[in-house]
């Protein structure tokens, strides 16, 4: 590879072959070698940080500011920390207006009182015009440890828990794009997933949040590190109507669509309708679902496998590219 | 090379464009190539285009086909 | 439709085929020519359920990313790579193809090109109309469900005076491709499935001469699961009373006599010519082409890529790759050596394992059951 091509940025396998190749040589950290969304680090601190360069900066449900903030205090709870102060890094293009500014500082603090962090500390840059897309935001947050979530805990029988339905912040920011000529009623997922730091006591073994490749790039992962193979169940999975409709009309598949405010939770057999019943309690978890399990009746080892709603058995791989509206 | 969508017509244009909705969700296409489909028909839409007009009669004709075909096998 | 996908009434068709099949003298082996009847097969399970009713379905080249020559593809990454200021709008599904300039979806435009992902060649004729200032090369690869919104956006295009857009074709007709692989003889087909929705433009007339030349019986199938369980069970009808013809069982979406009007933008804008199918060679007037009068329209003419599209000659493919025998169902994706150990999914070696209809990449996601080592 001799150029950095857009392909490289969409979070599947070309990515995590770039942070493989490139990045991890590079430092030789054993605390950067996990590649965990957020790192702990000695002292009971965990950190993170991650870059916002969402076109267009608003969208039904959300803007940049946003997913600036949920987005990296998800990263701090599905890896067992609680968030608790964020750094605010914006890189603003020549001819922003400031209105639009304004929206974006609104949204950002309006999510961070909703997600009770502080933003504490920050820069700003402004670039030439057409050096950079209207805003670029990088936070970077620091949590208190609640967990030390370890996949060698997960065991045969363990269930999967998705917090709710797929997929909508994908659609609205493709909508908000004016792409495809579709129009819905959908909206950003974007959200906190405070509500679920509690899990951890209440026995959760691990949790990842569900972004950009969506849920089967995320379980893949998963998969990859376990001894057992996984099993989904695609009647299980919630769908908004309008990511049904989009996915059948554009040909898109809702597993590999991002969302912004879902996690999927690994939970002991035993301890599962529980912890299904706690998250279904808050508001932003109404339609969560035992949508899966760790097992080892069908499939082989690092296998993801997907029993279809007409029985039939399906390989869901990583996506390993930019999503893609198909005519066939 | 066949994705397509039954969708039902909600808003035809002069240009030829349109919109019809799917599901809830309202997208926008080209019914030029059937130009006999008034609003309310439904019709196949494959990429950004409407194909066919969908018999409405046939479709429940089939609807009803397989349902029978469910409950007998419920007996 | 959800009665169309209900488990019940799969099953009890399933029945009935697998009484009929029983009653033929060999197991029948059914074509299917249409990547999204391939989806709906492995998606639903319906291939293995169909082999123990029977029956064996076979994928034919029913796929127009698989079937478009590498040299096309190229064109198009050389359209975006090497001119600045241009945007190269197309399906998605044409994006991923492996060719030795890599795919187009990994190539990195010149200095303000970009790649633009479209559902609706209207999508790229707004774009051109937008910023006049801005050249649009709309890659415009499909059958006959897709060729007639094609045909129309190149009449408007014309009608416009557009100056800035213009189309870099990959128009494919199936009827001939049927013909050549029943010409090659390659492999004994006893049935046909047809693609409900190309059969939406050409009805039911251009099979025909499967039916009367052959003596092969078809229908033409809806997209459910339901829908081509009817198919088969048609053609399986068709063959226990010795009859061929052409059964339509998607009346419901589609009659017999097809969308004149679709066939004839089709006819005014574009003309037949023998075009290089990837792995099924040169067929007789399998492929469109710009006619005179909207030659101006055509991208290979004005990018200078006539040269490499007419030239076709598609020895690309990389080694080893079978692709070729696959879209002529002579042999299943596990019977290429490269499928599922070096050609996978995150590093294809062949179009068939890139496109979503691919019927490699379909076999290796829906596979066979997977049962644990015990």
């Given at each position: 590879m001799t150029k950095i091509s857009l392909e490289l940025g969409s979070g599947g396998r070309l990515m995590r072959d770039f942070l493989a190749a490139k990045i991890v040589p590079a430092f030789r950290d054993p605390l950067l070698g996990e590649l965990a969304d957020a790192t702990h680090l000695p002292g009971g601190i965990a950190l993170t940080t991650d870059s916002y360069v969402v076109d267009p900066l608003f969208f039904p449900g959300g803007d940049i500011g946003t997913l600036a903030v949920n987005g990296t205090v998800n990263d701090l709870v599905v890896a067992g920390a609680e968030p608790r102060f964020l750094s605010l890094a914006l890189i603003l293009e020549e001819g922003l207006e400031a209105e639009v500014l304004d929206r974006v500082i609104g949204s950002i603090r309006t999510a961070a009182k909703r997600a009770r962090v502080r933003i504490v500390t920050g820069d700003t840059k402004v670039v030439r015009r057409g050096q950079g897309d209207k805003v670029f935001i990088n936070t970077a947050g620091i949590g208190r440890t609640v967990a030390r979530p370890r996949l060698e805990r997960v065991r045969r029988g363990d269930k999967l828990i998705l917090t709710g339905t797929l997929g909508d912040h994908s659609l609205a920011v493709m909508l908000a794009r004016g792409d495809f000529g579709l129009r819905s009623s959908v909206r950003s997922d974007c959200a906190p997933l405070v509500f679920l730091l509690p899990l951890w006591r209440a026995g959760a073994r691990w949790m990842r949040d569900v972004t950009r490749g969506g849920l089967a790039t995320v379980l893949s992962e998963l998969v990859e590190r376990l001894p057992y193979p996984v099993l989904i169940e695609e009647d299980a999975v919630p769908l908004s109507r309008p990511v049904r409709a989009a996915s059948e009309l554009l040909g898109i598949d809702p597993l590999y669509m991002a969302c912004e405010g879902k996690a999927v939770i690994v939970a002991p057999a035993a301890k599962a309708a529980g912890i299904l019943a706690r998250v279904r309690r808050h508001p932003l978890g109404r339609r969560a679902a035992v949508i899966g399990e760790v097992q080892d009746r069908v499939g082989r080892p690092g296998e993801l496998l997907l029993r279809t709603a007409a029985g039939g058995l399906r390989l869901l791989e990583p996506l390993t590219s930019e999503l893609l509206p198909r005519i066939c | 090379m066949c994705l397509a969508v039954p969708a039902k017509i909600v808003r035809l244009e002069e240009s030829g464009q349109g919109t019809a909705s799917y599901m809830g969700s309202e997208v926008r296409a080209n019914f030029s190539l059937v130009p006999r489909a008034r609003p309310g028909d439904w019709v196949i839409i494959h990429a950004g285009f409407a194909i066919s007009i969908v018999d409405a009669r046939e479709a429940r004709e089939t609807l009803r086909l397989f349902k029978e075909m469910a409950a007998t096998d419920r007996r | 439709m959800k009665e169309l996908r209900d488990p019940?009434?799969?099953?009890?068709?399933?029945?009935?085929?697998?009484?009929?099949?029983?009653?033929?003298?060999?197991?029948?082996?059914l074509m299917e020519v249409c990547g999204t009847h391939t989806m709906t097969l492995f998606k639903h399970g319906l291939t293995p359920m169909l082999a123990e009713a029977g029956v064996e379905m076979v994928s034919g080249p029913g796929c127009p990313v698989c079937i478009t020559p590498n040299a096309v593809h190229e064109a198009a990454i050389a359209a975006v790579t090497r001119t600045e200021g241009l945007t190269l709008a197309a399906f998605g599904d044409m994006t991923r193809v492996p060719t030795r300039k890599g795919s187009l979806q990994a190539a990195v435009p010149a200095a303000?090109?970009?790649?633009?992902?479209?559902?609706?060649?209207?999508?790229?004729?707004?774009?051109?109309?937008?910023?006049?200032?801005?050249?649009?090369?709309?890659?415009?690869?499909?059958?006959?469900?897709?060729?007639?919104?094609?045909?129309?956006?190149?009449?408007?295009?014309?009608?416009?005076?557009?100056?800035?857009?213009?189309?870099?074709?990959?128009?494919?007709?199936?009827?001939?491709?049927?013909?050549?692989?029943?010409d090659a003889g390659e492999i004994a087909v006893d049935g046909f499935i047809y693609p409900g929705h190309v059969s939406a433009v050409i009805g039911a007339a251009p099979y025909e001469f499967v039916a009367r030349d052959y003596g092969i019986p078809g229908a033409i199938a809806g997209f459910e699961p339901g829908d081509m369980l009817l198919g088969v069970r048609s053609v399986l009808d068709q063959a226990l009373a010795g009859r061929a013809e052409v059964a339509l069982e998607y009346g419901r979406a589609i009659g017999r006599e097809g969308n004149a009007v679709a066939r004839a933008l089709m006819d005014e804008v574009f003309e037949p010519f023998d075009a290089v199918w990837r792995g099924l060679g040169k067929i007789p007037g399998s492929g469109l082409r710009f006619r005179a009068e909207y030659a101006g329209l055509d991208a290979g003419r004005r990018w200078g890529m006539a040269a490499e599209t007419a030239e076709m000659a598609d020895a690309s493919d990389l080694a080893g790759c079978r692709c070729g025998e696959v879209l002529r169902g002579v042999i299943r994706p596990a019977g290429c050596p490269l499928f599922s150990k070096r050609c996978r999914p995150d590093s294809p070696l062949g179009p068939c394992m890139v496109s979503f209809e691919g019927a490699c990449l379909i076999h290796f996601k829906y596979g066979p059951v997977r049962r644990a080592r015990s």
């Open positions: - | - | 019940a009434v799969l099953r009890r068709l399933l029945d009935e085929i697998g009484a009929k099949a029983g009653l033929l003298r060999r197991t029948p082996r303000g090109s970009r790649l633009r992902i479209v559902y609706s060649p209207e999508e790229a004729l707004d774009e051109a109309r937008r910023e006049p200032g801005r050249q649009v090369v709309f890659f415009g690869a499909g059958f006959e469900t897709t060729i007639p919104g094609i045909a129309y956006t190149a009449k408007r295009a014309a009608a416009e005076g557009l100056r800035n857009f213009s189309i870099l074709p990959a128009l494919w007709l199936i009827p001939p491709a049927l013909r050549a692989i029943l």
